[in-house]
């Protein structure tokens, strides 16, 4: 065992020891429960949109680091700037309206998405929000937002860029209340079947682009919920750019072709989805500059967007839950990180976790005449969501498929959009029967199994329970939800 073995065991069991010591009690998680009402009486939706860029007035004078691939990387120009998007929905049911907030950056942790949600606590207040939520576009071309993409082990993460976030999302939220207005609502979805990867057995994933159609009362511009599932990283590792990466880029094209303003959210991007990048061999020879095909697939995935032809109207119904749930934080090395303060995530002790500590996060449910929306903290796998598990002598434990979880359309029911990086990032959620660590260095490198796969998501993910605890949050929520509707029936 190398000296950095002994130091990760030795970290541990004084974080152990530590988290023992201190007696805390967890603070009781909060619950919202299923605000279902029978024949909703709104008559009609009210939606506002509005938005603004995040790319700081001191950027090119001050070092800010992009986010998403190695760490120390700071950022040399920028390709297009970065956005917030905030979207307002009521269904004038007297219930309150919701509010969604898009963010080009690669993820907003608990504790900052607390934080916005309290400097709106009188906007909400004032304006019966019943619910507000933060995503992020998983945007790796972004400033870090989360510290870890810094010169370690000092955080990449800037006071003053983060309170511009916070006061730019403060600021959309409110406007995009203002510009409310009064129309219909309308699903769609088309089947994307030529832009994706899966770099991870097995090789499932959605292909489904779905939209989210507001069109006003009066004709005006229109307001579209796209949700899809790839990572936002087609300008590739070697970028050190600021850009919104392909989300910008899709925006942009159906902003000018279908006058029509884009909040943009992901779906289940673990294991790893990304977009296919053609000719990336070709790209990577002649220098490595993936800004032009990046501004193709934006462009190619509008295309999509605007060609969604198969439509249903929802009636103004929108049902709401929330739960509240703690997470084992096996990984030492993101515990290092924030306890060394390089991320702002607030633990907490339980002698449960093998590091003594949890995170507190949340699942939001949303219902939108019974249209089903999950919002989940993290990269989720897509087998946990749509079930495709490794088989035992596929996997890298051995194990059945049956000691995973029961995939979470299953408990649902029904098909569900699953919006990823919702209101925290936890990392990556991996079935626990392909679920493997270093043998010596956990967490800190990446594992091999027997069939010679990288495991490089592990070290990335807070352990191996957590797939189990959004399984059993999700059955809580569901239960909930039935219960709920029996009342009425």
């Not at 590792?237 to 943009?264: K, Q, T």
Request: hydrophobic share 35%; aromatic share 10%; proline share 5%.
């Amino acid at each position: 065992m190398n000296a950095l073995a002994y130091a990760l065991k030795g970290f541990r069991y004084v974080l152990k020891k530590r988290a023992l010591r201190s007696g805390e009690n967890l603070p009781k998680p909060e619950i919202k429960e299923f605000d279902f009402i029978p024949n909703a009486l709104g008559g009609r939706f009210s939606c506002g949109f509005a938005k603004a860029d995040i790319l700081p007035a001191d950027f090119g004078k001050k070092k800010y680091y992009v986010a998403g691939y190695g760490e120390n990387n700071p950022a040399e120009g920028f390709l297009d700037k970065p956005y917030v998007h905030a979207l307002w929905l009521d269904d004038n049911s007297g219930r309150g309206g919701i509010v969604i907030v898009s963010i080009d950056d690669v993820g907003m942790l608990s504790r900052d998405v607390n934080t916005i949600r309290k400097r709106l606590r009188e906007f909400a207040f004032i304006s019966h929000c019943r619910s507000i939520n933060v995503v992020s576009t998983h945007n790796h071309a972004g400033i870090d937002t989360m510290g870890i993409w810094g010169p370690l082990p000092f955080t990449g993460r800037d006071h003053d860029y983060m309170e511009f976030i916070f006061n730019t999302v403060v600021d959309c939220v409110k406007k995009a209340y203002e510009k409310r207005q009064n129309g219909r609502l309308f699903k769609g979805s088309v089947e994307v079947e030529d832009m994706q990867e899966d770099i991870r057995l097995p090789v499932v994933y959605s292909k489904t682009l779905t939209r989210l159609r507001f069109v006003p009362e009066n004709g005006g511009r229109e307001t579209w919920l796209l949700n899809f599932a790839s990572h936002s990283e087609s300008l590739q590792g070697c970028n050190s750019r600021v850009s919104a990466d392909f989300p910008g880029y899709m925006r942009e094209r159906i902003s000018e072709e279908a006058n029509a303003d884009v909040l943009y959210c992901v779906g289940c991007i673990g294991g790893m989805i990304s977009m296919e990048i053609p000719d990336e061999k070709e790209i990577r020879d002649a220098g490595g500059d993936f800004a032009e095909s990046t501004k193709r697939i934006g462009r190619k995935l509008a295309g999509y967007a605007m060609d969604i032809k198969d439509e249903a109207e929802l009636k103004p119904d929108i049902s709401f839950a929330r739960r509240e749930c703690y997470f084992k934080a096996d990984n030492t090395v993101l515990m290092l990180a924030a306890k060394a303060h390089i991320m702002k995530a607030d633990s907490y002790c339980s002698s449960e976790s093998p590091t003594g500590y949890v995170l507190k996060s949340e699942l939001s449910y949303f219902e939108i005449d019974g249209f089903k929306i999950l919002m989940l903290p993290c990269e989720l796998f897509p087998e946990l969501a749509y079930g495709g598990y490794l088989e035992a002598d596929e996997c890298a434990t051995g194990l059945a498929p049956s000691s995973n979880p029961v995939p979470l359309v299953e408990t649902a029911g029904s098909d569900v959009m699953f919006i990823g990086l919702a209101n925290d990032e936890i990392g990556y959620v991996i079935p626990p029967n392909d679920f493997l660590l270093h043998e010596t260095l956990p967490y800190a490198e990446n594992g091999r199994d027997a069939l010679g796969r990288r495991h490089y998501e592990e070290t990335n993910s807070l352990g191996p329970d957590t797939a189990k605890t959004i399984s059993a949050c999700f059955e809580a929520i569901q239960a909930d939800v039935e219960n709920k509707k029996k009342l009425f029936n």
